[in-house]
């Protein structure tokens, strides 16, 4: 009599423990969110197993008819979520695989075989075949077909841990081991049920998944801190980046064509030479300021930026080119020096070389497009071959210019760049940037 308050006791305690490690996984932000779910679908299904056990083992044995009935109900639901548990440490493991996508078969084959034992039990419970109560006593017992229940429960545990094993490379060794760790245990206590009559595998199923639920812990940790030194050589190379971009647009050779085109026009056109110095001014102070621009800015102000270099090149390029404009969305943000640096690519590699004088036309546009934002710089100039350049741009010191502004919308916005062109026909590159 006292054993049985013992185990109802030490089982509904443990399934407070499962409810408040469930709570706790559903709830706390991680960054292994996809682990901490499935792992808190494993913690409540055992929480609820435990006090379905719990309640089984205080009402076994007393007399009368609402504890016949609740020893009943409890019994059947523990061994109706038993069946149901290889199925969330199946999740658990596939959501666990470093390599998404894999596993998906084991899943499926594992539902197929915890639904026909679950199906087992229903049909077994009619004619006892498992376990049955007492009418008169209200006592538990062992039918004839306990032993093929505990197989049939055990088979696809030990098919998940066969491919665990087999597939170990695609764990990390911690979660590997408590994988493991979870079917190694219970199967054990569940030989030394069938020979001393104790059920001890509901606590082994309990210490399993504390023990997985530690481990989790420690891993949202380790990668928290490695997500952490992750951000700050992003941040150190985005510095860096922005920098030499920054830096770039300073080109002594800009400057001094700028300044002799300034002098030049200080004889026949003053106005257009203050036109071109206020530019200037405008030009170098908006480009220092971008190196202490270290969060993505509005995409007007980008474009202002832009506006005022192309002012300043139509003025020294005199007729070899016009700008066209074609605005129609604004209101999202783009790192700086991402417009600026792929005109003024498209001018020197582009527009400045079409042959026989053509004027070139370069257009700027941007557009809201539903899950995105996009900002296209296209041109009609000299175009390039889009295979050879993507050979050299994995060359270092190739296209520097280009892969920065690539990788640094990449880290920043998650945005993509596009390059399309055509030897004699032009260049289009396209910015993509995700609204979320």
């Not at 998404?100 to 034992?117: C, F």
């Not at 952490?228 to 830096?247: G, T, V």
């Not at 270290?294 to 995409?299: G, L, N, R």
């Not at 700008?323 to 417009?339: C, D, G, K, W």
């Amino acid at each position: 009599m006292v054993a049985k308050y013992i185990y109802a006791s030490t089982e509904l305690l443990s399934a407070v423990l499962s409810f408040v490690a469930a709570v706790y996984l559903f709830l706390t932000s991680s960054y292994i969110k996809k682990q901490y779910r499935a792992l808190g679908s494993i913690e409540l299904l055992v929480g609820i197993l435990l006090l379905c056990d719990g309640v089984a083992w205080y009402f076994n044995g007393t007399p009368g008819r609402s504890a016949y009935y609740l020893n009943i109900f409890s019994n059947f639901m523990t061994f109706s979520l038993i069946a149901i548990l290889p199925v969330l440490y199946c999740v658990y493991i596939v959501q666990s695989m470093s390599d998404e996508g894999r596993g998906k078969g084991l899943l499926r084959g594992i539902v197929a075989i915890s639904t026909a034992t679950l199906l087992f039990h229903l049909f077994s419970y009619f004619n006892k075949f498992i376990y049955w109560i007492d009418p008169m006593t209200n006592l538990y017992s062992r039918g004839p077909g306990f032993t093929i229940w505990s197989v049939l429960f055990f088979i696809p545990v030990l098919i998940s841990v066969v491919y665990v094993i087999t597939h170990r490379h695609l764990f990390n060794k911690r979660r590997f081991t408590v994988i493991v760790i979870f079917a190694a245990i219970p199967t054990l206590t569940a030989i030394v049920n069938l020979f001393i009559g104790m059920s001890l595998s509901n606590y082994a199923i309990c210490v399993c998944v504390l023990i997985m639920f530690m481990q989790a812990l420690q891993d949202n940790v380790l990668t928290m801190i490695e997500q952490r030194e992750k951000i700050k050589r992003q941040d150190d190379e985005l510095e860096d980046m922005r920098q030499r971009i920054a830096l770039s647009q300073i080109k002594p050779h800009f400057l001094y064509n700028t300044l002799n085109s300034i002098y030049v026009l200080c004889d026949v056109d003053k106005e257009k030479a203050k036109f071109v110095v206020n530019h200037l001014a405008d030009y170098l102070r908006q480009s220092i300021g971008s190196i202490e621009s270290k969060e993505p800015i509005p995409f007007e102000k980008e474009l202002e930026h832009t506006r005022v270099y192309l002012d300043i090149e139509k003025v020294r390029f005199d007729g070899r080119f016009d700008v066209e404009y074609r605005i129609n969305a604004t209101n999202f943000t783009i790192p700086a020096l991402t417009v600026q640096p792929m005109a003024e690519n498209a001018i020197k590699h582009g527009l400045c070389k079409k042959k026989n004088g053509e004027k070139g036309l370069l257009t700027i546009s941007s557009d809201d497009c539903g899950d995105y934002f996009r900002v296209c710089i296209e041109d009609n100039g000299a175009g390039f071959d889009v295979d050879e350049y993507n050979k050299m741009d994995k060359l270092p010191g190739e296209h520097i210019g280009l892969r920065n502004v690539r990788d640094r919308i990449k880290i920043m916005e998650n945005a993509d760049m596009l390059i399309n062109s055509e030897v004699g026909k032009g260049t289009k590159i396209e910015i993509r940037i995700p609204k979320n």
